[in-house]
Nanobody, 119 residues
Framework: QVQLVESGGGLVQAGGSLRLSCAAS????????IGWYRQAPGKQRELVAS???????NYADSVKARFTISRDNAKNTVDLQMNSLQPEDTAAYYC?????????????WGQGTQVTVSS
């Protein structure tokens, strides 16, 4: 089983920056991809950025060139550096990890951290 704990959310003015961190524990060696999703009120949860074990990185078009995801396999952490934040980035941000257990692919989620960007 994989557990995820996020930190680093908060309130920031438009144009500012925040850094989110996610610490994974448990069966971290079975993780195949890890990253960040977000969910704004009344909207579906959407991918922000993810990193696969082979190193491939995927960003949502809306955050490319503003957000940077980084993974530290030795520390089992994944960070999201968010620059040039805009009010539309306001959402609950969730750390996500996909991993295999007993032949089944499982999605693990953190508890979420709120990011609020004021105009």
């Amino acid at each position: 089983q994989v557990q995820l704990v996020e930190s680093g959310g908060g309130l920031v003015q438009a144009g500012g920056s925040l850094r989110l961190s996610c610490a994974a524990s448990g069966s971290t060696s079975s993780i195949t991809n890890i990253g960040w999703y977000r969910q704004a009120p009344g909207k579906q949860r959407e991918l922000v950025a993810s990193v696969r074990n082979v190193g491939a990185i995927n960003y949502a078009d809306s955050v490319k060139a503003r957000f940077t995801i980084s993974r530290d396999n030795a520390k089992n952490t994944v960070d999201l550096q968010m620059n040039s934040l805009q009010p539309e980035d306001t959402a609950a941000y969730y750390c996500h990890a996909g991993y295999w257990r007993s032949g089944r692919y499982i999605d693990a989620w953190g508890q979420g951290t709120q990011v609020t960007v004021s105009s």
